[in-house]
DNA sequence: CGCGGGTTTGATGATGCTCAAGCCCGGTGG
DNA sequence: CCACCGGGCTTGAGCATCATCAAACCCGCG
């Protein structure tokens, strides 16, 4: 399981790893099954990962006075899963994460992050991440607020096309921040 | 001018500025102010500057075909301003920013902000930096989601007060995802 | 076969937008 | 000192979009 994370690292940095970074690494991530419906993180519970998915799929969510679910993050294998506020800060978090799909995570304890940060490969993947991260939060903030229902549906599908089969409806429909019913009618309107 | 940067990274880091560091920091930031409404970037261009506002106010924000203006971020004296995607990938930018108030800037020029960028307490104010643009974002996001207008606006009221008297009306229901009508009823609504 | 999760369809209603008009007020020039 | 102008704010009427609620449907699976 290691190795995929091993690689992943590899392709998105300049700097190599050395021996003791890759014993470092399989040290530090946790290898980690959970089955559908499964708990990484409960509301009000502290994060004390981060999650790369090996396999699998995760989603990130709140949960109103009423019940209703909002999902704010979908992962899925080759990305990373965790509230960075409630990890970073190590304060209960308002999130809820658990698995969509059977899923494999490599797990990195809060205790071992600050070792792990100095691998340089691993630093240098992390702020390139980080990064587009950050502007592909602004893209959607900004989608949110100047689209219709519909715009943002083709723009889900343009931009992650793969969670249209791994997702259902409902979800994304809550991640569009729209209701099933709404995202059900935009669909039989475009079909035509 | 830079005496106010300085300070800022100060209290904002456990590293300590060398004063080659300051030198560095002195020769690296260009001051330059701003008039009302004139732009540090416009849409289209790329982002050559990350700025450090000393003094007033900016806007961020897109124009969509029909002339309207949505905001983006809005940011006041200590904060800083530009498009993180247009500056780190150097390719053309979808806002503009502008100068609400009369403004005075530290800029960060592209070409210096790697040497910059190896300062230790530089770095350490940065990281920190993200962590809250990036928690602060996640919120902000939820909120749009979530919450219907006029929770919104408390929230706007809670989280940045100074904004209330530094940004007229119609600027602020822009930021909130909303018309300055609906903001108007809101406030009336509430008095009562 | 029947159950359960997911999707669809329809009727109704709330929220917030659009467009249009009027108001308020501080600043400028006669 | 007043008249006027312009930017911002308010108010109202009508409307679009999307949410809500309820019911039916679909289909894979035990």
Request: glycine share 4%; proline share 3%; net charge neutral.
């Amino acid at each position: 399981m290691h190795h995929s994370l091993i690689n992943y690292i590899h392709e998105r940095s300049q700097s190599e790893l050395s021996n003791a970074d890759i014993q470092l690494i399989k040290e530090a991530f946790i290898p980690k099954k959970l089955g559908k419906k499964e708990f990484l993180l409960r509301t009000g519970e502290v994060c004390k990962y981060i999650g790369f998915i090996v396999s699998g799929a995760t989603r990130q969510y709140t949960v109103d006075d009423k019940g209703n679910e909002q999902v704010m993050n979908l992962a899925i294998e080759q990305w990373w899963t965790s509230d960075r506020e409630s990890f970073y800060n190590q304060t209960p978090s308002i999130y809820a994460i658990d698995a969509w799909e059977e899923t494999e995570l490599l797990l990195l304890p809060f205790e071992y992050y600050t070792r792990v940060n100095h691998i340089p490969a691993f630093r240098e993947m992390r702020v390139k991440l980080d990064d587009n991260n950050y502007t592909s939060n602004q893209r959607r903030m900004n989608h949110i607020l100047n689209l219709k229902a519909e715009q943002r549906y083709e723009e889900l599908i343009r931009a992650y096309p793969e969670f249209l089969h791994r997702f259902p409806q409902h979800i994304l429909a809550s991640y569009l921040g729209i209701t099933k019913e709404t995202l059900s009618r935009i669909r039989n309107q475009t079909k035509k």
